[in-house]
């Protein structure tokens, strides 16, 4: 499997490293810029080549499929490109920042029939696999999902602490992880609701968020989100369900009384190589993926009416 990742930042390095713990998955080239960077990410994962330009990549013959970790105001019309060019394509969550340009990539989708999977990484973290599974066979049942993501970003500057050539969001990114999250667990959303702070005077976001959501169970979620957490990073799920707690972060879970789970039986080191592994699988065996834009589109169903909602407010 020949693939070609974009965007070779924080997080492109993470799927890089992901990829080369899967067997027969080639890492073949690296597009990112500057051209410097590029190529040097390329010789240290052994890449046979880097460019800055999608357009070039999308021509080669020696790639079979694409990751894009790149700009969220690009990953719509890039995921289109990659799939009219004849790649099946992974873009990384958000699928795209509007409801009309995430249903462009599904009818691209349904136009090429290339594979189109989103990274909503929470379905691949071992951690909310296992409630997954016990929700699955009735050893519990979700009420509520209670999350908290903070970040401190009062300037625009990416994971690494460098500036940003682009704006990150509250909705259109770290609310879609537990919008498709929830969903997940508990059945489709039926209600959702929002309120947003006031917008940073030179950025223009909203840095305080709060989103309530209900499904069709019965279950509900309350997700607070903040660009001005001066403390801990990230993201906690707590999970309170009807025969216990417990509460993720990240690949780690545990009790609500803070007691570890051992997660030792689900396969796989963390949940961007699981998700990358499910890309490969899917592609090898032609099926649909777990989170194919098909099966996480009512995520972006959700945000589309949240961000309704708070324009109209």
């Known amino acids: 499997m020949r693939i070609a990742l974009v965007g070779a930042g924080a997080f492109g390095e993470k799927h890089l490293d992901g990829l080369r713990r899967i067997d027969g998955a080639a890492i073949v080239g690296i597009v990112s810029q500057p051209a410097e960077q590029a190529a040097a990410v390329a010789v240290r994962y052994g890449a046979g080549w880097s460019c800055t330009d999608l ?21 719509a019309a890039q995921a289109i490109a990659c799939m009219r060019a004849g790649k099946h394509v992974q873009v990384e969550i958000p699928l795209a920042d509007s409801w009309d340009d995430a249903q462009a990539v599904l009818s691209a989708q349904r136009e090429t029939g290339r594979i189109c999977m989103v990274g909503h990484t929470r379905r691949f973290n071992p951690s909310h696999q296992y409630l997954h599974a016990k929700f699955a066979a009735g050893a519990a049942r979700l009420q509520q999902l209670d999350v908290q993501t903070y970040f401190l970003r009062r300037s625009n500057i990416n994971a690494r602490g460098e500036p ?65 957490n001066d403390g801990p990073l990230g993201t906690t799920f707590r999970y309170i369900c009807d025969t216990g707690t417990w509460i993720a972060r990240y690949d780690d879970l545990v009790t609500g009384r803070e007691e570890p789970v051992d997660l030792s039986g689900i396969a796989g080191s963390d949940g961007i190589e699981l998700q990358d592994r499910e890309f490969v699988a899917a592609i090898r065996v032609g099926r649909e993926p777990e989170t194919s834009v098909g099966r996480v589109f009512d995520c972006y169903r959700v945000l589309g009416d949240l961000e309704r909602q708070l324009a109209g407010a």
């Open 55 to 75: 357009d070039e990549a999308l021509a080669r013959n020696d790639v079979d499929a694409v990751i894009l970790c790149t700009p969220t105001p690009l990953h």
């Open 164 to 228: 940003r050539s682009w704006t990150d969001h509250l909705l259109w990114h770290h609310a879609a992880h537990t919008i498709d999250l929830f969903g997940y667990q508990s059945g489709r959303i039926v209600a959702a609701h929002a309120l947003q702070g006031p917008p940073h005077p030179e950025l223009g976001i909203a840095m305080d968020m709060s989103i309530q959501l209900k499904s069709e169970s019965g279950a509900i979620c309350t997700l607070s989100l903040s660009f001005n």
